[in-house]
């Protein structure tokens, strides 16, 4: 266990490691940019879908239901689905890690947007404002906190992807895993899991304080009626894991 | 004629087996480490913590750190399965605790059951939409982790997947995919009944509901 | 409260008509069927057969040839179990050894060097004596080699070919621009790929990990992500997708022929006979048309491997 955690140091603290296109840093702003370019990709679609469709009321079946089709599917698959329509590289991981953020997204938008209170609507409409006014300044601020808990599931999720995307072929820190598992070398897979999940819980982190600050400061839910929310699949904020 | 329709049936059979042992060993453990985290708040940081810690790994590399460990056999998988069921069963068991109302706790109590048995007759219960919420979603993300698994010799419609990959074969890709989604649905359809006949109460309520 | 009850019951009735479901029929992969030995009977129709678990790895041609034994053994009445597609043989062997799988389709001389990194290239006599005298104290029984080879070998483009002249391995080091070999994880670390492409050619390459002479490979070959791939002698697309594999004259490659192995105590002299029958059947030209059904015609692995045992008469 020791000779383990102490092969574990080395290969860490070996200088090499972190240089070059096999490198740590190398790898670990691949896999951050490609999350990121992912993520905010998916918000720029689903964010306009959730919002739209949350303020008409239309499309509710297809809004709350698209995260648990979503879930439903397996990542696999769209890795694969994406490396045979797309060829080897980044594009098919971004389009497969797109397409995976997109319904915790939208579900977690509309039913934020569902569940603000129709008379603040109605005032903010008796004060003249355009609906478009009313989406942007009175429902997505306060459906803030809902929308911003589902881009934190919709980002950690796509961290854990893009590990996944290593088995076709590209590269991020999931090469680590995928190349220790068929070297055998379980220093590698362990070193590489490590980095991951503090990429992970980072970005969760990240993510929250992000939220913290997008919320209005009137509006900071206390947290335990921000939980009764999301347990139930409809709400979507449940974690994902790939 | 090949092995398809076998191949398609031991398939199903991993997918599964191994969905199933992994949602229900992952209750088994939630329901008490639930149970005592809603009764003791000190214990609900640490449960939901190391639940949640576990989620930060990426799947492929718990099962690939399992393998030295358990060898290649489906022991690894669902080690690792069970492990990814945990946060979100856990997390519903304490919010379907925390729902009940303190006044049908009270009346309970009022009623001289004890702690215990209010737990078991009246809380749970009341309890089960969030819990059977959780399993919900709980078995449809295993599900879609059990295809993972085809990476290390299991995978159910995984290994349909995989053969896809490796062949560069669009019909057994397609084919696992959709039988993999297709399970999900349907066992989403059938734990929304079992919710049902356990508890016929909230027939009535069904329409209140935001959902 | 009786609804409950009820609804309660039958749920829980529903669970545990599952789980004996589940526990049932059949084994899972730890094969939980009793096993008779059925080592070393010569009367092996009075004993009962002994169940055994065929690996393969993640390659199609691994995958087609586990197919094929496996249904000779079972069509002799004896229970296989297939574990396909496990991974490289960094991952599979040990399972081997460890008698989580009882039966893979290896090949002679890549085995070899993956339990003695220094042994360099031998004959297929000198390599399979080897591999005996290094797995019987392991408790594996090394079986006949066929004549079917199919060994690594590094390709690269028509093109690329000719603009720098190549036509053997030694003619890389007259390459000026850095190289990139492209292959399966395991090629960085193994003196059959990229170790030895470095020890004995001295040639120093970048790696990408692509997979298993897959289409990942073919895709960075064909892309130009990648100078030299690394692909298996046996492939059947090699002339169709217009690649040139270099000549190892320096016989860095090892003696690729197939050659099964089994756990010993699953072996006895009914399976040993079918198993050595088939590798005796097995031409290289045989696997070449094999992988063109399964590779590039997409048959069934299985189905492809049937009709070859048919056609010989051993099925």
Same mark, same amino acid.
């Given at each position: 266990?020791?000779?383990?955690?102490?092969?574990?140091?080395?290969?860490?603290?070996?200088?090499?490691?972190?240089?070059?296109?096999?490198?740590?840093?190398?790898?670990?702003?691949?896999?951050? $940019?490609?999350? /990121?370019?992912?993520?905010?990709?998916?918000?720029?679609?689903?964010?306009?879908?959730?919002?739209?469709? $949350?303020?008409?009321?239309?499309?509710?079946?297809?809004?709350?239901?698209?995260?648990?089709?979503?879930?439903?599917?397996?990542?696999?698959?769209?890795?694969?689905? $994406?490396?045979?329509?797309?060829?080897? $590289? /980044?594009?098919?991981?971004?389009?497969?890690?797109?397409?995976?953020?997109?319904?915790?997204?939208?579900?977690?938008t509309y039913t934020g947007v569902r569940q603000v209170d129709p008379d603040v609507v109605e005032a903010a409409r008796g004060m003249g404002m355009r609906e478009r006014g009313i989406l942007a300044r009175v429902e997505l601020p306060v459906a803030m906190p809902l929308v911003m808990a589902g881009v934190r599931t919709a980002g950690v999720q796509v961290v854990a992807t893009a590990t996944l995307a290593a088995v076709v072929a590209w590269g991020g820190l999931g090469r680590y895993i995928v190349d220790g598992l068929a070297q055998k070398d379980t220093v590698q897979v362990f070193s590489g899991a490590l980095i991951v999940a503090v990429l992970s819980m980072a970005t969760e982190l990240g993510l929250g304080m992000l939220q913290r600050l997008l919320t209005p400061a009137g509006l900071r839910l206390p947290r335990a009626s921000q939980r009764k929310v999301s347990v139930f699949p409809g709400a979507a904020a449940a974690p994902e894991v790939s | 004629m090949g092995r398809h329709g076998d191949t398609l049936y031991q398939a199903g059979r991993e997918h599964v087996i191994l969905t199933f042992w992994a949602v229900a060993i992952g209750l088994v453990i939630a329901l008490p480490v639930g149970v005592a985290a809603w009764r003791w708040r000190w214990l609900q940081a640490p449960a939901l913590g190391l639940s949640g810690a576990v989620y930060t790994i990426p799947s492929l590399a718990l099962f690939a750190l399992l393998v030295p460990v358990t060898g290649l056999g489906r022991t690894t998988s669902e080690i690792g399965l069970v492990g990814y069921t945990l946060l979100i069963l856990v997390r519903n068991v304490v919010a379907g605790l925390d729902g009940v109302p303190a006044d049908v706790r009270e009346a309970a109590l009022g009623m001289g059951f004890t702690p215990a048995r209010t737990l078991l007759r009246v809380e749970l219960p009341l309890a089960v939409p969030a819990i059977v919420a959780g399993v919900r979603i709980a078995t449809v993300t295993t599900i879609g982790l059990v295809t993972v698994t085809a990476l290390i010799g299991q995978g159910g419609f995984g290994q349909l997947i995989y053969d896809g990959l490796l062949r560069d074969f669009r019909t057994p890709l397609v084919l696992g995919t959709v039988l993999s989604v297709a399970l999900a649905a349907a066992v989403d359809v059938g734990l929304v009944l079992v919710e049902r006949a356990l508890t016929p109460w909230s027939r009535a309520r069904a329409r209140a509901r935001v959902i | 409260m009786r609804a409950t009850r009820g609804g309660a019951a039958g749920a829980i009735a529903l669970v545990l008509a599952m789980l004996v479901g589940a526990c049932g029929s059949g084994g899972g992969s730890k094969s939980s069927n009793t096993n008779d030995t059925g080592a070393t009977s010569t009367t092996a129709s009075a004993k009962a057969k002994a169940s055994i678990t065929i690996a393969s790895a993640n390659f199609s041609e691994n995958e087609m040839l586990a197919d094929m034994y496996g249904a000779v053994l079972a069509k002799a009445g004896y229970p296989i179990t297939y574990k396909l597609k496990l991974g490289a043989r960094e991952v599979i062997e040990p399972a081997l050894e460890s008698g989580q799988v009882d039966f893979i389709p290896e090949y002679a001389g890549n085995y070899l060097s993956f339990l003695d990194k220094t042994v360099g290239s031998l004959s297929v006599q000198d390599t399979v004596a080897k591999l005996r005298t290094a797995l019987a104290p392991k408790g594996i029984t090394v079986l006949e080699p066929s004549q079917a080879t199919d060994a690594d070998a590094i390709a690269v483009t028509k093109d690329f070919a000719t603009k720098n002249n190549l036509k053997t391995l030694s003619d890389l080091a007259k390459v000026t621009t850095p190289l990139t070999l492209g292959g399966p994880p395991e090629c960085e670390t193994r003196v059959t790929c990229k170790v030895g492409l470095e020890q004995v050619y001295g040639i120093k390459v970048k790696f990408k990990s692509l997979d298993a002479d897959g289409p990942l490979t073919r895709a960075a070959l064909d892309k130009g992500d990648i100078h030299l791939a690394r692909v298996f002698t046996a492939d059947a697309d090699l002339k169709t997708k217009g690649y040139v594999v270099l000549e190892d004259d320096k016989h860095y490659q090892q003696a690729g022929n197939v050659t099964p192995v089994i756990r010993t105590e699953k072996l006895d002299d009914e399976a040993r006979a079918l198993i050595n029958k088939v590798s005796a059947a097995l031409t290289t030209d045989a696997l070449i048309d094999l992988n063109k059904s399964v590779q590039v015609d997409k048959a069934d692995p299985k189905a492809a491997a049937e009709k070859f045992l048919k056609d010989k008469g051993l099925l």
């Open positions: 266990m020791f000779t383990f955690l102490s092969h574990v140091v080395t290969w860490f603290t070996t200088a090499s490691r972190w240089q070059g296109d096999h490198g740590i840093v190398h790898r670990l702003v691949e896999h951050v $940019g490609m999350s /990121a370019a992912a993520t905010l990709t998916a918000v720029a679609i689903a964010l306009p879908i959730g919002l739209v469709l $949350g303020h008409t009321g239309k499309g509710a079946l297809l809004a709350v239901n698209v995260s648990n089709v979503g879930r439903a599917i397996p990542s696999f698959a769209l890795l694969v689905f $994406g490396v045979q329509l797309f060829g080897i $590289g /980044a594009k098919p991981a971004y389009i497969a890690l797109v397409a995976l953020a997109i319904p915790p997204i939208t579900t977690n | - | -």
